[in-house]
């Protein structure tokens, strides 16, 4: 279904039952950000934070994201939208299945027909793997740009994985600069230099 106005698109989707994870939920976390922006990040399912505020990423991994685009000058209230892949908390945090994930993704793929991003962040290999390619291998890919019909794809390593591994933390500093130059290129940031140190 194409939806021309946010507010059908939302209202459609906060009642959705399109997949067992409905069962589970608090609310729909459909998504939140500047709708005018040109980047989307997408995350791969809402955790118990998310379902207890309806927002995406605002638990820890949440937290440990906007240090990270704080590094590289951005405001995911300002610059970007993020979304997830599935919009129902999964028990237990579990990967989403990809019966869930297919039964998600039309109001993913409406939220970005509405937004018409020019660059898409994708959070985790879940995200990558269903929006870059199936056989997506995170750890050797990240922070390499591809283009998909006139978008310029890219997935970095998780947040919550970061936290896990702090020893991937340099290398996805190095995605969110490589993620704003590419913004720089487009001409959807001013040009700017930051250091190149690791969020602790
Ligand atoms: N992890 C995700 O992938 N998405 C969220 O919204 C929160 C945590």
């Known amino acids: 279904m194409?939806?021309?106005?946010?507010?059908?698109?939302k209202k459609d989707?906060?009642?959705?039952?399109?997949?067992?994870?409905k069962n589970?939920?608090?609310?729909?976390?459909?998504g939140t950000g500047n709708r005018q922006a040109k980047v989307l990040f997408i995350g791969e399912g809402p955790g118990e934070q998310e379902d207890k505020q309806g927002k995406p990423f605002v638990g820890r991994s949440g937290q440990y994201l906007d240090k990270m685009l704080a590094a590289v000058g951005?405001?995911?209230n300002k610059d970007l939208y993020i979304a997830n892949i599935v919009k129902c908390r999964p028990p237990q945090n579990?990967?989403?299945?990809?019966?869930?994930q297919e039964a998600c993704l039309p109001w993913l793929r409406a939220q970005t027909a509405l937004i018409r991003p020019k660059i898409i962040v994708c959070l985790g290999r879940i995200a990558a793997?269903?929006?870059?390619?199936?056989?997506?291998?995170?750890?050797?890919e990240h922070g390499i740009f591809f283009e998909k019909a006139g978008v310029a794809m890219m997935a970095?390593?998780?947040?919550a994985a970061l936290l896990r591994n702090p020893a991937a933390k340099p290398g996805a500093l190095q995605d969110m600069l490589a993620l704003r130059t590419k913004m720089e290129e487009l001409g959807l940031a001013e040009p700017e230099t930051f250091p190149d140190e690791?969020?602790?």
């Open 74 to 76: 951005l405001d995911r």
């Open 2 to 9: 194409t939806y021309s106005s946010w507010e059908t698109l």
């Open 198 to 200: 690791p969020c602790p």
């Open 94 to 100: 579990r990967d989403p299945q990809p019966e869930e």
């Open 24 to 30: 589970g939920r608090t609310q729909v976390v459909f």
């Open 13 to 21: 989707c906060l009642s959705c039952e399109k997949c067992q994870l």
């Open 156 to 159: 970095t390593l998780h947040p």
């Open 129 to 140: 793997m269903k929006l870059i390619r199936p056989d997506f291998k995170i750890t050797r």
